[in-house]
Structures are given as structure tokens and as C-alpha cells.
């Protein structure tokens, strides 16, 4: 690099320092989002040591792992090391091998240790989520020892608003104390005094993170402590961990109900072949599957023939049934995610959603007797002269694909889950497609019972 280049770089790099300075982290970490990757690198490079760190343990900051990997190793180690434990291996997570193995050793023990241990876990578990900065005391300890101890350690904590009373012997968990019941206590008075009298709601290293949400949101709490058979505490889960990670999976989600792969990455910095790939898997599955529906026409060409006026209800009757597909599939994946609904269940949410179909079916079948009706009756469009039985044809048709696709898009999510997939993959073009092929059938087998002989 020649000096006038370095110039103009130390130039630009103060100058987007200087922009920085009066922002907050969460301001600032949206910022460094903006720029590009080595405008982001120099000011992580230049930026006051705490600050950096403040903004890298910030869930926020894209591709937080390459940033790091890019700084000169004794900065990337020093940050690293000052980071919360929980958000260090998350950065770890995103670095190659060689990178991680050549950082982590750079570090001191204790956080060494930390971070290898908090990497072991699954993705998506409690483990993989939990911090092991939090807040310890014996259970010999009176209000004001601990007291003391928070103001001694509270910058290194995750969190103190939970305080976790140990066993002084087996370290085994005995209580927690919230902080406003700790500040409340007389500082004579044993910890165990102003303790909770309910036992302490814990969770294991390996359950999922959906169910440590719902434990979070059903005790109301701010931390759930992660503990080991001994009930030893390996960690805790704080609600802004749970939510991020929560958020994530929703944004998971809601790809695959619109038949996409999952992508981790902001739209507008997904790769064009990246995007190619995550699409087409999906949108050659749903092609292949409605070729099905051209065979099924195919198999009609002969009913077709005698009477093209059906033609003309074809993609009233398929979207119809699609969209009841989706409605039921859409409902039923949420309350498996929330755990309103177990597999036995299936039974039950088929009785409910048989007569549901049904009545849904003959509102719309109602509509789309009185609609060819009104277009008869006015001259808007002429049916012939057993315009009368089709429409009946047509409102028959709607009932028994309207059930057909409510059935179908609540058990598939059944299915899915007993067959150990994600039921998120029953994305709505899915079950469209599905039920287009099953109600063409559905269809021309109605319009042969009740058109035979008239115009069939």
C-alpha cells in the first residue's frame, strides 16, 4: 500500500469515527451494517477497546465472525476475550477451522475453556444459548456479602438481576434471588431469607430452545438457569438470548412456508447462485408435483370435450381448496410450535376440522351458485340450458374440495412432525399443490354424478 493510500484510508477511517462517536451501540452496530467489509473492519480496529467489544456482542452485527477474522490476530484475541462468553462462541461458530483454532488460543484459560465448552452444544438448545457469566453465591452468605459481591463483579455478569444460591459444599443449586428482593432484605438477614419460595425453575443443556422460551414466558422470568443431572449450573438463558434466537427460527419459518430454503443471510446480501439454490430445489418439487395436475386433466380430456364450460370453474375450484389448505396448515403449525396440540391430537383436530371444511365449502359453493345465477339471469354471460345443474355441479364441487384441503392442510403438519421433518416444510404452496391435483379429481368425479346425462 503506497502512503497516499494509507492516507486517504486513515483519512476515511476518522472520518467514520468521528460519525460513530455521538451514536449508541445499537446506532452505531445498524452504522458499521451499512459499510462495506473493510471500511467495517478499520473501525473495529480503530475503535476504543470496550466500545468495539460493546458493539461485537451484539447479536445485530452481520457477519460479526468474517470482521473478526479479518482483524490482525492480537486485536481479534483481545476482543474475543472481553466478550461475553455466549456471544464469543457464536463469533467462533462463524470462523473456519484454522481461523478458530489459531484465535481461541490466543485467549486465556478461563475463557478458553468457556467458549470450547459453550461450542460442544447443538445448535438451537439451551446449551447453545446460555451464558456462564452470571451470578453465584454461597447459600451461607447473608443479604449484604452479596450485595458486596455484585458490586464487585456486576461488569463482568451477564446479568444480575437473577442471583443463583449454591450449595457451598456440592455447588448444587438450592434458590434464586431476585435482585428487588435482595435490595429489600436486611443486609444481616441470610440469603436464603429473601430467597423465592417456589423451587427454582431450571432447564437441561440439550432442550430446545422453543421450550426454554416457553418456560421463560410461562414463569415469567428474565434468566433460566441451564443445570446438569447434579443440578450443578452450567449457564444461564437470558430472555434477550431467547428472543433473538426465537426470532431467527420465525424468520426460518416463515422461508419454508413459502416454499424457500431457509437463508440466514439479509436479502440484499444473498449471493445470486446462493439465491438460485435456495429457490429452485423448492420450486422444482412444486413444478414436478403439478405436472400431476396436467395428468389429471389429461385423464378429463374427454369430459372437457363435451362440456369446456367447465373449464371455466377450474381455477375458482383449485384455488379455493389451496387456500383452505393453507389456512388449516397455517393454524396447526403454530399451535405445534406452541405446543397447544400434541401428535395424539390428530384425531381431534381432524373431527374439528371436517365439519369446519364442510361449512366453509358450502358458504363459498352458496357464492358461486348465486354468482353464475346473476350472470345468467342478466345475460352477462350465457351457460347453456342446464345452467341450473352446474351451478349445483359447481357449489357440490367447493363443499367436497373445501373439506378435502382443510383435512388435508391440518394433517399434513401431523405428518410431517411424526416423520421427524420440520412441519414448517408444509409451506402453503405445498399443500396447494397437493390439493390442485386431488381436486381436479375430486371435481370431474362430482360433475360425471350430477352432469351425466346432460352434458356429459
Known amino acids: 500500500m503506497t502512503q497516499d493510500t494509507s492516507t486517504r484510508c486513515d483519512v476515511r477511517t476518522d472520518e467514520l469515527l468521528t460519525a460513530l462517536k455521538p451514536l449508541n451501540t445499537a446506532d452505531a452496530v445498524e452504522r458499521i451494517n451499512a459499510l462495506d467489509r473493510d471500511d467495517a473492519v478499520a473501525v473495529l480496529a480503530a475503535l476504543p477497546l470496550p466500545r468495539a467489544v460493546n458493539i461485537l456482542d451484539q447479536p445485530e452485527l452481520r457477519d460479526a465472525g468474517a470482521l473478526v477474522a479479518q482483524l490482525p490476530d ?13 456471544r464469543a462462541a457464536d463469533v467462533f461458530h462463524e470462523l473456519d477451522e484454522a481461523e478458530r483454532e489459531r484465535l481461541i488460543w490466543r485467549l486465556g484459560s478461563e475463557a478458553r475453556l468457556s467458549i470450547r465448552r459453550l ?36 461488569r463482568s455478569r451477564e446479568t444480575v438481576y437473577a442471583i ?27 440469603i436464603l431469607d429473601v430467597a423465592q419460595v417456589n423451587p427454582p425453575v431450571t432447564v437441561a443443556p440439550l432442550l430446545d430452545q422453543e421450550e426454554v422460551a416457553r418456560l421463560i414466558r410461562r414463569h ?25 434466537a426465537l426470532i431467527a427460527e420465525s424468520t426460518e419459518d416463515v422461508h419454508k412456508f413459502g416454499g424457500v430454503e431457509a437463508i440466514d443471510k439479509p436479502y440484499m446480501r444473498i449471493g445470486f447462485g446462493e439465491m438460485i439454490r435456495k429457490r429452485a430445489g423448492w420450486l422444482s418439487v412444486l413444478f414436478l408435483g403439478e405436472m400431476l395436475t396436467a395428468s389429471a386433466m389429461q385423464h378429463y380430456e374427454d ?26 396448515t397455517s393454524l396447526l403449525i403454530r399451535a405445534l410450535a406452541l405446543r397447544e396440540l400434541r401428535l395424539r391430537d390428530w384425531w381431534k383436530v381432524a373431527l374439528r376440522e371436517l365439519p369446519t371444511g364442510m361449512l366453509l365449502g358450502a358458504i363459498l359453493g352458496v357464492l358461486a351458485v348465486v354468482r353464475i345465477t346473476v350472470w345468467q339471469k342478466t345475460g352477462l354471460y350465457d351457460y347453456g340450458e342446464h345452467w341450473a345443474i352446474l351451478a349445483l355441479t359447481i357449489g357440490a ?60
Open 220 to 244: 415469567d422470568l428474565l434468566a433460566i438457569p441451564v443445570v446438569d443431572p447434579q443440578q450443578h449450573v452450567l449457564g444461564i438463558v437470558t430472555v434477550d438470548d431467547i428472543l433473538d
Open 303 to 328: 369430459e372437457l370435450a363435451r362440456a369446456v364450460v367447465l373449464t371455466l370453474f377450474i381455477p375458482l375450484i383449485m384455488s379455493s381448496g389451496g387456500n383452505s389448505g393453507s389456512q388449516a
Open 119 to 154: 461450542m460442544r452444544y447443538p445448535a438451537n438448545t439451551a446449551g447453545s444459548l446460555m451464558t456462564t457469566e452470571f451470578v453465584g453465591v454461597p447459600a451461607d452468605w447473608t443479604v449484604g456479602q452479596t450485595l458486596q459481591h455484585i458490586r464487585e463483579v456486576e
Open 164 to 190: 443463583y444460591v449454591l450449595d457451598p459444599g456440592t455447588q448444587a443449586l438450592v434458590q434464586v434471588v431476585t435482585m428487588r428482593r435482595l435490595i429489600t432484605g436486611d443486609a444481616q438477614a441470610p
Open 397 to 456: 364441487a367447493l363443499v367436497g374440495i373445501v373439506t378435502f384441503g382443510s383435512l388435508s392442510g391440518s394433517m399434513l403438519p401431523f405428518v410431517l412432525q411424526r416423520l421427524g421433518f420440520d412441519p414448517a416444510s408444509a409451506s402453503a404452496p405445498f399443500v396447494a399443490t397437493l390439493v390442485d391435483v386431488t381436486g381436479l379429481v375430486i371435481y370431474f368425479s362430482i360433475a360425471a354424478l350430477i352432469l351425466g346425462g346432460t352434458l356429459l
Open 74 to 86: 492480537d486485536r481479534a484475541a483481545a476482543l474475543l476475550g472481553q466478550m461475553a462468553d455466549d
